[in-house]
Every structure is written in structure tokens, then in C-alpha cells.
T-cell receptor
């Protein structure tokens, strides 16, 4: 089991560029989440998907879109990157009825 | 809305000592879960311990235990016999029982264990 995988691990973008962060889990979990972590702060929820085919906004959704491609994959898209989106992005998943979330290794994104 | 506050940005203790990290939270809900996550320099988020709010008994996991005070909305983590490998950022987090398990995190406490 690879658990939760994220690609890429690092990325540098120029302001205005777009990109998609990929996340996949092989644990057959129903729920998936995207968080961002800024220096000196805890993780904040961007979007989540309670089950395949559904997505909902979290605490800080502005500037992002998500796609739950299938049960395994949940992608996060930045349409027009801004320096304020410089952060470390974590994907997580959990099985239905469980409180435990499994986190990926994170993607460090820098927008210049 | 739920909030989680960790008032200790940094702590430092000697190896083998006991250390307690503080966390307070606010929610109007009666049913929720509380968590402590560890984030070592590798950046991986690791679940340390969790507590169901409806359980009065404090959770323990080997050297890690919590002091859960529901009325005071306090949830502290005690690490006994601290080890060098405990050096990490520690985050307190809360999620409601109903619906998707959306975690709300505190700002974190950077813990350093000195040899």
C-alpha cells in the first residue's frame, strides 16, 4: 500500500500561471481533503470530497478548484496562481465513519 | 464555527523529561473529536492520539496521554520519558462528528528534545 501520494513534491510558478496538484489514495477511502499549510499556521481546509461525485468548499476555497476524478483521485487546480498561494499543500483521505485521516507527503508550491 | 488555539509557539526540554503541550478550543457542538498530530522535519503528518468528546476517560497511547477538560474546553498532551525522535511540530485539531471529518487545526507548537 502506497497510502496517499501527491505529485509533484515541489513546484515553482510565476504569477498568473496555472497548474494542477494531483492526489491519489489506494486505501479505498470515500472521503478526500485538500489542506494548505502556511508558515506559523496550522493546516487549513481548502476543499473536501465526502464521497465520489461530491465536492464542497472548506475554510479557504478562493482561487482554487477541485475535481474528484474517481474514488482514488482528487485534484486541486490553481487557475491563475498568486504569490498568496505560496504554501505547502496536503492531501488526505479517510474511510466512511472513521475519524482518522491519512495524509500525503505534501507539495511545496512557490509562486513568484 | 470551530476554533483551536495553541498558546505555546515553542517548547524545549531535556531527553527523558516529561512535557505538556496546551490546547484550547471553542465549539458550540456537543459531539466532536479532538486530535494531536505530529509533524517532524520530514513534513509528514502523523496522528499521535485522539479523544472522543463523549468519553470522560482520557486517551493514552504508550508515552502519550491527554488531559481532556470538556467544561474548560481544554485538551493538553503529555509526553512522558521524552525522546529525541519526539522533536517535531505538534498540532491540536478538532472535527465534528456529523458530516465529513473536516479538521480545524491550531497554530502548532514546536517541540525540541535536547540530548
Amino acid at each position: 500500500n502506497a497510502g496517499v501520494t501527491q505529485t509533484p513534491k515541489f513546484q515553482v510558478l510565476k504569477t498568473g500561471q496555472s497548474m494542477t496538484l494531483q492526489c491519489a489514495q489506494d486505501m479505498n477511502h470515500n472521503s478526500m481533503y485538500w489542506y494548505r499549510q502556511d508558515p506559523g499556521m496550522g493546516l487549513r481546509l481548502i476543499y473536501y470530497s465526502a464521497s465520489e461525485g461530491t465536492t464542497d468548499k472548506g475554510e479557504v476555497p478562493n482561487g482554487y478548484n477541485v475535481s474528484r476524478l474517481n474514488k482514488r483521485e482528487f485534484s486541486l487546480r490553481l487557475e491563475s496562481a498568486a504569490p498568496s498561494q505560496t504554501s505547502v499543500y496536503f492531501c488526505a483521505s479517510s474511510e466512511e465513519g472513521s475519524t482518522r485521516q491519512y495524509f500525503g507527503p505534501g507539495t511545496r508550491l512557490t509562486v513568484t | 464555527a470551530q476554533t483551536v488555539t495553541q498558546s505555546q509557539p515553542e517548547m524545549s526540554v531535556q531527553e527523558a523529561e516529561t512535557v505538556t503541550l496546551s490546547c484550547t478550543y471553542d465549539t458550540s457542538e456537543n459531539n466532536y473529536y479532538l486530535f494531536w498530530y505530529k509533524q517532524p522535519p520530514s513534513r509528514q503528518m502523523i496522528l499521535v492520539i485522539r479523544q472522543e468528546a463523549y468519553k470522560q476517560q482520557n486517551a493514552t497511547e504508550n508515552r502519550f496521554s491527554v488531559n481532556f477538560q470538556k467544561a474548560a474546553k481544554s485538551f493538553s498532551l503529555k509526553i512522558s520519558d521524552s525522546q529525541l525522535g519526539d522533536t517535531a511540530m505538534y498540532f491540536c485539531a478538532l472535527s465534528l462528528i456529523q458530516g465529513a471529518q473536516k479538521l480545524v487545526f491550531g497554530q502548532g507548537t514546536r517541540l525540541t528534545i535536547n540530548p
